[in-house]
């Protein structure tokens, strides 16, 4: 089996081979690009995640306009190449910058991420696989989890109480041992640590991971790998609001922006665990009332093919009714432990 | 000498009791606040940060308006004792909600936090000392330290790429062994990947700080400690901005804002090592324009007495004469290797 390296590689090079052929034959060089307008995203109800379409839009050296997009996208697939092939990484604002060298060049960085974009459609490889980075890091693990970087084992359990930190490069790390049964990930890193201080991870013999709001790439990339390669059924436990709802929707089913990369990044198994409005009335929990914008966002979630299940759609309409929202934090209200010591136990019971 | 545990409580202890005299003496019993208005916020030139001055507000139970006030801090001062004694820690937003069960109610959370840091200034410590966390880690650390939490040894070499994070209970953590020379704290994390994968911690022996913008308490924190107890000297390099300058200046001089905390966060002998608007000509960097925020914050910063030595402010008059700004990252137009392999030796050369 090729290494997800040795993939990149080649699809790297047969870019530029398509183009030299083209030439070879006197054909007019082009290169298909899968379009991602909105009309050629579409919610995959096997995959139960958001695909790209089969539409695809053509860049040809015969169109003058289209010239500097393909000499830009030889570049940056010339320049991650070298990259992938000397095991180093770039930022896509290091990437901008060296650009400013090449023939080619880029007005704005947006510019230069779009056409990051284009590399990754066109391959249908995340941009991470290409040696591309995002400035950020993942999630905090924390568990009984070993993984090797390199040379490196690292156990979860053994790297901190803010656990072990999610790198861009998660791809490349080997999972070499476990010993949890679940994973399950809270949305503030305020959860985490009363986890951590709880001993969550030996009473629910859980890893336990620290999203830190909306989950990186990074992060939905170790979530699936963790539910694929591991088996372990991942439950989210995220604010009950809109934007809690959504934060656990994207992991699971993914966005429609990455729709080229959700059959990398979405865990179509991961569970919302909660808070959900249900939770609210039956625990009784400290609430905000909902603001226009959250009632507003509630209303699209209802109509977003995502949320398209029974569970879900009742608990949109009833969070509509209460008219309220709640953090997860808000368990506080009954003490500290409250949240590990009772909480968690009753859900988990309730979704296995 | 008395760990800082057993100095909270202390401290937390003689809150109460000090009431209580004043009650069992027929006083009306009061607490001294030291005032943090700005007119009390003043600039400590022989510790080189900001300190609060000797001005102090009376809470007094005999006045009706301050009542509930004191009650508050009363309440909170009782649940930080049980905090530290139990050696458990709790968010500010978790304290929030606990003090549901209070018999002083808080209106908002913003209610809570004042008291907290009304507790801070009246007892001159930390609120992490009473066991008040913030939501977010700290910086992330990669280089040769091994450190102690709890019974658990780290060595933040062994960490993974992403590094060691430094948790808010930075205070805890134990200083074990080291071997490296220096600390280098940068602005981003995309900076830090790249000096990890450079092996710029082998070059410069150095630790690697990854600050990801401006620093959070425990990494002010975390800065000071090493610096302090170890000996080492801190370099930090972020952004030729304002905001660049700014972020190393509250690590060196501390802020206006924690001006009753500053004695435990900042490092005054912290060095800014750059990006600087002579680096900006020197090493003729790609730019932006200085927007017309830059150029305000610059002027203020001229007037701001952190500023007052020579080299900054010929540093800051520099950039608004040239009129731009540079990323950190924008050393990349020389390669990705240039700013390991070039500006930091040379920079490092100069400096030291």
């Known amino acids: 089996m090729m290494t997800r390296k040795e993939i990149a590689i080649n699809k790297l090079k047969s870019l530029g081979e398509t183009i030299i052929e083209d030439v070879s034959q006197n054909k007019v060089p082009a290169v298909r690009v899968p379009s991602r307008g909105t009309s050629n995203i579409v919610y995959d109800e096997n995959r139960r995640h958001y695909v790209l379409g089969d539409r695809y839009g053509q860049r040809s050296l015969g169109n003058v306009k289209q010239i500097k997009k393909i000499g830009q996208m030889v570049y940056m697939a010339n320049f991650c190449k070298q990259l992938v092939e000397r095991e180093k990484t770039a930022t896509l604002r290091e990437l901008y910058y060296v650009s400013e060298g090449w023939e080619v060049e880029f007005g704005t960085q947006d510019e230069s991420n779009i056409v990051g974009e ?120 995220n604010d009950g609001d809109p934007w809690g709802f959504h934060i656990a929707q994207v992991i699971i089913s993914g966005s429609a922006k990455l729709a080229h990369v959700n059959h990398d990044l ?87």
Chains 1, 2 share one sequence.
Request: glycine fraction near 6%.
């Open 118 to 237: 284009d590399l990754e459609v066109t391959l249908g490889m995340t941009r991470e696989d290409l040696g591309l980075m995002p400035e950020e890091d993942g999630a905090s693990v924390y568990g009984d989890l070993t993984i090797k970087e390199d040379d490196l084992e690292i156990n979860a359990l053994r790297s901190g109480k803010s656990g072990y930190t999610i790198s861009p490069t998660i791809n490349e790390v080997e999972f070499v041992d476990h010993n949890v049964q679940r994973v399950i990930a809270v949305e503030t890193m305020g959860m985490f640590h009363r986890m951590v201080q709880e001993s969550a991870y030996k009473k629910f013999d859980t890893l336990i991971v620290g999203l830190k709001g909306q989950a990186a790439r990074a992060t939905r990339r170790f979530l699936k790998r963790v539910n694929d390669e591991l088996g372990l059924p991942v439950y989210i436990c």
């Open 266 to 352: 979405a865990t179509p198994d991961a569970k919302f665990l909660g808070v959900t409005a249900s939770d609210i009335i039956k625990y009784d929990l400290p609430t905000d009332p909902l603001k226009d914008i959250d009632v507003l966002r509630l209303k699209e979630l209802l109509k977003d093919p995502r949320y398209r299940y029974e569970t879900w759609k009742m608990e949109i309409k009833k969070m509509l009714k209460i008219g309220k929202k709640a953090e997860q934090q808000s368990f506080s209200k009954y003490g500290l432990e409250y949240v590990v010591d009772t909480y968690f136990p009753e859900k988990l019971e309730q979704m296995e």
